[in-house]
Structure formats: C-alpha cells, structure tokens
C-alpha cells in the first residue's frame, strides 16, 4: 500500500494511491486517525482499485455541518456551520494538492464520509459539480431542517450513484433530533429515488458507533464503478 501524507490549508491529509493510473479518488472525511483501518477493510471485503483521500484534523462540528444547530445534549457544544468555508478549502486548496500527488486524472472524483462528514458528503452535491458520486454511512441526516433542504433545492449535478447506510438502532433514542434519523435517511432516499438517481440504503445492525469502518468501507466501495 503506497501511502503519502501532507497538511494543506491547515488540514491532515493521507493519500492511499491506486495501483494504477486513472483510477477513482475517493475523499473521505474522518473524525479520527488517518483511514488505514477503512482502506484495509476495503481492500479485504472486494478488490477495486482507486485511491483515497483522507482528511483530518477537522473542526468537526463547524467544518461539515451546514448551519447553525444548537447543542443537542446538555454537555454538547453547538454546531457552528462552516461546512461552506470547509468545502471552499478542500475544492482550493486539498483537492488541487492532492491531484498533483497522483498518477494521472481520476476518472471520477467522489466524496464520502461517516455521521456528520456522511451529512457533510450530501450537502456538498448542492454546492459544487466536481463529485461524481457520494456516501453517506451512518449520516447525521437528523440535522435541523435539512430534510426540507435536500427536497427544495437541487443538486448541481445529478450524481452517478448514491449510498446511504444507518444502524437498525440509531433511531432508538430519546434525543429529540436523533430520534428521527431513519425517518429522515429514508425520506430523504425516496426522494432521491423519484428523482431518478441510483440510490443504494443499507440498514447496518447495531447503533451509530458500531463497525464504523465496516459500514464506511462498504459506501465508500459502493460509489466505485465497476
């Protein structure tokens, strides 16, 4: 496994290269560590043959959520909306670092990622045409008002495929917006649907915690062609 790291606008970067020139390059937002674990569990569960870009040291309650959104527990902290700001440094500065690093132009470039970086990966389709595809694991789609704003706007691009996957217990909860998670996931898949974009929704058992590889690695190899 051929493995670069770098640091460009203030953020980690690990890049896991394909074998060969052309391949898909997926980024994949991490709350922690570099994404060995998830490109190993990748490379375990099928062959396919892209390259990964894993981004870290994020600011993660600012850099991937869209707006403001107070805490939604007592020892929370409030949700700050930078993912706009975020978005602008990854497509200026991350991307364009990371593309000079490879070998030859990607055939797509997709962008998935897990809980609120799974959020992250959804709000980004309505911002920017450059992601082909996305994926969304364990997505935090409870965030106030974005079901409304994903069934209100359009994307700037109809993506090649969708992957969205929950735990079967997620929903199980007394929290007052995590408790509508699957509604949610699942309305927001019909949507897509009727739409006419190839949308895969994969119930996972256990909670929002469990196997997160696993889960991340199966969305992230369900958005490669072929």
């Known amino acids: 496994m051929n493995i670069e790291k770098f640091e ?30 998830v490109m190993e569990t990748a490379e375990r569960l099928k062959e396919k043959d ?32 930078g993912a706009d700001e975020y978005l602008k440094l990854l497509l200026d500065d991350i991307l364009p670092e990371c593309l000079k690093r490879i070998d030859g132009m990607p055939s797509h470039i997709s962008v998935a990622g897990y809980s609120l970086a799974g959020l992250f990966a959804l709000y980004a389709l309505y911002q920017t ?19 409304k704003y994903v069934l209100s706007h359009e ?16 929903a199980r909860t007394r929290n007052r917006y995590m408790k509508d998670v699957q509604e949610n996931t699942e309305a927001i898949a019909r949507h897509f649907r009727e739409a006419g974009i190839d949308v895969a929704f994969e119930m996972n058992p256990g909670n929002h915690f469990k196997d997160a590889d696993l889960r991340s690695a199966k969305g ?7």
């Open 155 to 170: 994307m700037k691009r109809k993506p090649d495929r969708l992957y969205l996957s929950l735990g079967d217990k997620e």
């Open 8 to 37: 460009s606008a203030g953020k980690e970067a690990t890049l896991y290269h394909s074998k060969s020139s052309g391949s898909p390059l997926i980024i994949f937002n991490n709350y922690a560590g570099d994404g060995k674990s």
């Open 50 to 81: 892209f390259s990964l870009l894993c981004v870290g040291n994020l600011n993660w309650d600012h850099d991937l959520t869209p707006w403001y959104c107070p805490p939604t527990s007592p020892n929370d902290t409030p949700y700050t909306g």
């Open 220 to 226: 992230i190899l369900a958005i490669i062609r072929g």
């Open 129 to 147: 045409d450059v992601f082909a595809s996305a994926a969304s694991m364990s997505g935090s789609l409870w965030f106030p008002d974005f079901e």
